[in-house]
């Protein structure tokens, strides 16, 4: 290809003098025809522009991307414009002479100014009445008004001020670097409500490709939009756009850049569009919602979508993998009206989500994931935030002791109608609030709520991460939420305790780089403690036995002694939960059907082996145990209206059975250390057919009766 040599150097510093002829010369030029201007004026209005390192750049933005943990690239955060700046090895040869070719021609050999092109200008403008027909700006006068000048007007005043700018631009920068921002910051057209701005967003736009990429015409494409994008616009207007176009090519045979032949054979081809959606396609809109949201509640609006923030997600794509790989094993799931599941996962040391899994939404929920978005009735899964508070009233659960016989009547303080509370059987007799946790006796936990104070139990609720509207109503106990929970909050508020009592926010992104260089990142000092090492301990050595000797005995043990969770049904087997944590993660399973409050399962069955399957999967055999603190609260046993004396148990003893054995071995009564009660494989699962709903309960506040 025959090219030009042409010489690049940094413009010489313009003297004083030779600054106070710019003004003046572009008056001469117009008084040799108009009759002259005033050059008091001129000179004025020239030095009046303020000075360019006083300006701060018009914020043209760039696009905010979303990535994974891995670098995959999720998608970009749509905005009004789409800018991505690239570096000048980044722009190919064509690209850079089609747009000197076609828009400044002498740009290499003329100062910031090109007077021959000024006094062609004004002529043109004076035959026309004075109104500007022609233009005479040098690319380094474009770049100036791309970004110091908002909604320029075509004045004789705003062009001496961008002429003063313009000279201060050339004195600070080379050509190259000139050249190279303008074609960052110009306009290269709107599709479907959004602007390209820059060579970058203007080649994945119109030809799907990097501009590192881009060939002969589509280079002379795109280098002939800034001048009118909308009127050679090729998705609007093909045929202005390839006259445009093939402009573009007999400029740079004029120019030497391109051969004649060269430029018959590319003026004869078609515009060759291929538009790219790069910008458009989000790969997994339910998590790019989840970030998009919680980067604009950190960062605001603006800085989202215009800030050029490149986001990370915390999200482990191969731990997504195997959630969604557990979800969609989930044995009563059906479309078309079927049961719904849904999973999170949280790093209890840092508060980070590594997964978030659901089954397919109905049609009318098609962008909905039922583990952040679902709001369901948690059921016995609550109870834990009930037995927090216990501990930190310093209430031994291994000595207190209620009658859990169902159904039971309560008084409600404060008056208003009793409150009739129902197990899933009728029955129970006077068990320790150990074992009411393990076997989930709803009337045992009702009385417990009442005892410790409803208010109590929704700080430590909220302390520990539920973000869900709470009543500090009494039904709330066992479940009875005015609004549910979501999987997510359930998580969170789980990894609190097997953080040992530091509760974080759940976050989804893990860093956040700015175009700048700063970096934020996720910090595991930010958490909170709400509850002492030894009260955190306290209850995940009691959950322990929900695995190994509870209502999810059989359906949770995942290959590790150390772990511990809550079993959770709601009124009439609706909502089926497990919620269970390690000390690495902490992890919330929901199943029930999504539009109706039809029956489910109860928890252990059928959320139990969901959260098995991933948990089995998450942790790959690493099992560390739960750190012991250095001290344990001072515990002892509640004594109210409500509690029962451990005599009445068995056969009138002065002590219990379990009392016994529990002074004999404290570390096995509370949990400890514990064989599960399959070692070499879990026990297999139920038939997963819901079992007969129980015997409804009155509630207060929408109280639910089932236990598990």
Known sequence: MARRTRRRRRTSHTSKWKKLLIPLGVLAAAGVIAGGVAASWAIDVYQSAPPLSSLKPVQKGRSSAIYAADGSLIGFIQAENIRQPVPESAMPQTLREATVAIEDKNFYSHGALDYAGIARAIWKDILAGGKPVQGASTITQQLVRNLYIQNPEETLKRKLKEAHLAEEEEEAHSKDWILTAYLNTAPYGTVEGETAVGVEAAAQTYYGKPAKDLGLIESALIAGLPQAPSEYNPFLDPQA???RRNAVLRAMEDEGYITAGEYRSAAERG??????HKYQVIRDPFLFDLVQQELIDKYGINTVRNGGLKAYTTIDPTLQERAQEAVDSCGVCYAEGGPAAGLASVDPATGEIVALASTEGFESESEFNYAWQAHRQPGSSFKTFVLATAIKQGVDPYTTYYDGTSPKTLKIPGGGPDWVVNNAEPGGGTLPLSSATWESVNVIFAQLDLDVGPEAVTQTAREMGIEAP????????????SVGVTPLEMADGYATLASGGIHHDPTAVSRVEFPSGKVDRTDPESGNRVLTEGEAYEVTKLLEGVITQGTGAGYTYMGCAAAAGKTGTSEELSDAWFVGYTPLYATAVWVGHPQSREATGYGGPTAGPIWRSFMESAVAGNCPEFPEP????????LHSDHTSSAAKVGDGEDESEEEESSKKHPKDARGGKQEPETESEPAP????????????????????????
């Open 470 to 481: 709470l009543e500090s109503v009494p039904a709330e106990a066992i479940g009875g939420l």
């Open 685 to 708: 699962e139920p038939n997963p057919e819901p079992a007969p709903a129980p015997p409804p309960a009155v509630g207060v506040g929408g109280g639910v009766a089932s236990p598990h």
């Open 630 to 637: 250095s001290s344990l609260p001072e515990l002892s046993g």
């Open 271 to 276: 515009l060759e569009l291929s538009p790219g």
């Open 241 to 243: 756009a390839k006259q």
